[in-house]
């Protein structure tokens, strides 16, 4: 089964896919998703690569990196054949194994949270 079309069917009947459950955890959005798959399925990429294998632009690509590092998805490298001027640098995803544990724990990190609110507090909340 392909990873976008992967459904989990909440509590309220509502069906709720990978990507939306991403999005609210980690606020990733379909972009930030797309690079992550790419990285996932093809290796270690430039922002370049990215950029010109999904269609995107260079800005675009820039924020979904710095949005995936961010939350410990990939990682950035710098590009040992890079030579003078700015460094290049080389993005590489988490492998599949560890993201999948990952996002796995945090998913069940914020439901343990969850889990733990009172009744005192739902009163509170609604006054």
Do not use: W
Not at 38 to 50: F, I, P, Q, R, S
């Amino acid at each position: 089964m392909e990873v976008q079309k992967l459904k989990v069917r909440l509590p309220s009947g509502k069906e709720v896919g990978l990507v939306e459950a991403l999005s609210f955890c980690y606020d990733i959005s379909d972009t930030d998703f797309q690079v992550l798959l790419a990285l996932v399925n093809y290796g270690e990429k430039t922002e370049d690569d990215l950029a010109s294998s999904l269609r995107l632009s260079k800005a675009s690509v820039n924020r979904s990196v710095n949005k995936l590092i961010s939350t410990g998805f990939i990682e950035r490298v710098k590009d040992q054949n890079s030579k003078g001027g700015r460094p290049r640098y080389i993005y590489r995803a988490l492998d599949a194994d560890t993201l999948a544990s990952k996002i796995a724990k945090d998913f069940e990190y914020c439901a343990k949270l969850f889990g733990e609110i009172t009744p005192a507090e739902i009163k509170k909340s609604t006054h």
